[in-house]
């Protein structure tokens, strides 16, 4: 039977480590998967051939990397270092731009402290690190047409204001229903206006539609929110206003849309109707039972001549 010499456990440490820090074989491997290994010993430290494949300059040290790591992120990299060198954590994970052959490139570092010293100082430490900048890159094209899409669902396209989808999907960011928070909801719909559309054609109608927007946002302060409802009916929020900062907003703007002018009727004017609804909406009210005494107000104001709001304060 052969026999089996057992090396003490050092040893054999030693002879792992050996391997793994001066067979080239090893090394040249290590660096094809982005893998390198530090050992720190008493008086310093020695580090696989593949840490400066990563680099890609020889220069480099693991002492002074994080000297060549980007100015805005080095302090951040370096305290996050900190952490694993004094024992605070294991694991090292960290995105940063660093200097490679004369240029920054973002790199994404997974390491972790695989063993320790009795006093809990850095041992045997391995990582792996990747170039993600053009990752980055995509990822922030990504970003950037994911942004541009979710605005163009609650935008109208035509008239560059929110939409009905805005009101159905962002109601959380202007509707608090707590019973302290006051809103006014207001519906606003143009009057005559398919007797415009048959006077100045459809393309009149988009111009009138057009004006009638901007004369309404003249008006509006930085909190107020305009969403098309759909054809010439428009909904506005004034979130956390009184009663008469929306009924003296309602005024103003019918003032405004009263002034839009039309270059080819003299014999018409443009005017609009409101109806108004103010309150504190409490819990099983929300954006849509408001909107529907709104809306049902300015049924009214259209029965009672146009041109005019009518208003209500919710209980
Ligand atoms: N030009 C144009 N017309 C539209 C658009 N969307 C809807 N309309 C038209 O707007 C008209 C809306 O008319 P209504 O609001 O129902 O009626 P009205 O004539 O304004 O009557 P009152 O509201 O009672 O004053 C319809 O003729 C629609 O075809 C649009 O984007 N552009």
Redo the contacts with the bound molecule.
């Keep these: 039977m052969k026999k089996i010499t057992k090396l003490p456990v050092d040893a054999r440490k030693q002879k792992i480590l050996d391997v793994l820090f001066e067979d080239p074989v090893i090394a040249q491997a290590l660096t094809q998967i982005n893998v390198f290994v530090i050992d720190h010993y008493p008086d310093g430290m020695r580090i696989t051939n593949s840490f400066k494949g990563q680099a890609g300059q020889s220069s480099h040290d693991a002492f002074t990397w994080i000297e060549l790591v980007h100015p805005e992120d080095r302090a951040r990299v370096r305290s996050e270092w900190e952490r694993v060198v004094l024992g605070h954590e294991d694991f090292f994970e960290s995105e940063y731009r660093y200097m490679i052959r004369g240029e920054y490139r973002w790199i994404l570092i997974k390491g972790s402290m695989i063993s320790r010293t009795s006093d809990r100082g850095p041992e045997l430490y391995i990582a792996v690190d990747r170039d993600i900048t053009e990752e980055r890159r995509l990822r922030q094209l990504l970003e950037e047409e994911r942004a541009l899409l979710a605005q163009l669902v609650i935008r109208d396209e ?1 008239l560059n204001i929110l939409n009905r989808r805005y009101l159905e999907t962002k109601q959380s960011h202007f509707f608090r229903n707590d019973g302290q928070t006051p809103v006014a909801v207001l519906v606003l ?9 048959t006077r ?1 054609t ?5 111009m ?2 057009q004006a009638v927007v901007g004369a309404i946002q003249t008006c509006l302060g930085r909190l107020d929110i305009l969403a098309r409802y ?4 428009f909904a506005l929020v004034f979130p956390q206003s009184s009663f008469e900062y929306a009924h003296d907003m309602a005024e103003q703007i019918l003032g405004a849309v009263s002034k839009v002018e039309i270059p080819k009727i003299s014999d018409m004017t443009i005017s609009a ?1 409101i109806g108004l609804v103010h309150g504190n909406p409490v819990e099983g009210q929300d954006f849509w039972s408001y909107f529907e005494e709104a809306d049902e107000l300015l049924l009214l104001a ?1 029965k009672l001549g ?1 041109a005019q709001i009518q208003s209500k304060l919710l209980p």
């Design positions: 035509f719909d143009i009057d005559n206006f398919k007797q415009l559309n100045l459809h393309h009149g109608g988009d009138v539609l759909g054809g010439d009916e109707s259209k146009k």
